[in-house]
């Protein structure tokens, strides 16, 4: 018979996982690194969620209705020029040798201004 010698080591049959150290900082650090995925991929999809629903309410509705209105002229009236800019449609309209300038909102197509040039006015300060 031989004779079997133990080494002072435990064999890895008799060592239970959860009493290892080592062992121990390995699911530490492995609980760790998932918590710290978990939560960036949670703020991630946080800010998705949130940047959608941010241009869903401020997306303007579809379901307006459209603006048509009639800008009355005087007979024998005609347009020369129109222009668009921040909002406003302004539209140059010559009558009867006078100019006149209608400004109009571009949401409502509501005048909201109107700027009448006639000649023989007095002469404006050259500019220096």
Do not use: C, N, W
């Given at each position: 018979m031989?004779?079997q010698?133990?080494?002072?080591?435990?064999?890895l049959?008799?060592?239970?996982?959860?009493?290892?150290?080592?062992?121990?900082?390995?699911?530490?650090?492995?609980r760790?690194l998932?918590?710290?995925?978990?939560?960036?991929?949670?703020?991630?999809?946080?800010s998705?969620m949130?940047?959608?629903?941010?241009?869903?309410?401020?997306?303007p509705?579809?379901?307006?209705?459209?603006a048509?209105?009639?800008l009355?002229?005087?007979?024998?009236a005609?347009?020369v020029?129109?222009?668009?800019?921040?909002?406003?449609?302004?539209?140059?309209v010559?009558?009867?040798?006078?100019?006149?300038?209608?400004?109009l909102?571009?949401?409502t197509?509501?005048?909201?201004?109107?700027?009448?040039?006639?000649?023989?006015?007095?002469?404006?300060p050259?500019i220096?």
């Amino acid at each position: 018979m031989t004779a079997q010698t133990r080494s002072s080591t435990p064999s890895l049959d008799e060592i239970a996982d959860d009493d290892d150290p080592r062992i121990q900082r390995v699911y530490r650090r492995l609980r760790l690194l998932t918590l710290v995925g978990a939560l960036t991929m949670g703020v991630g999809f946080l800010s998705v969620m949130s940047v959608i629903a941010y241009r869903l309410v401020k997306a303007p509705s579809p379901g307006k209705a459209i603006a048509a209105r009639t800008l009355a002229l005087p007979a024998g009236a005609r347009v020369v020029a129109t222009a668009a800019d921040a909002g406003r449609i302004i539209v140059t309209v010559e009558a009867e040798g006078r100019t006149t300038l209608h400004v109009l909102d571009a949401g409502t197509l509501l005048e909201t201004g109107r700027l009448e040039l006639a000649p023989g006015g007095p002469a404006a300060p050259p500019i220096r």
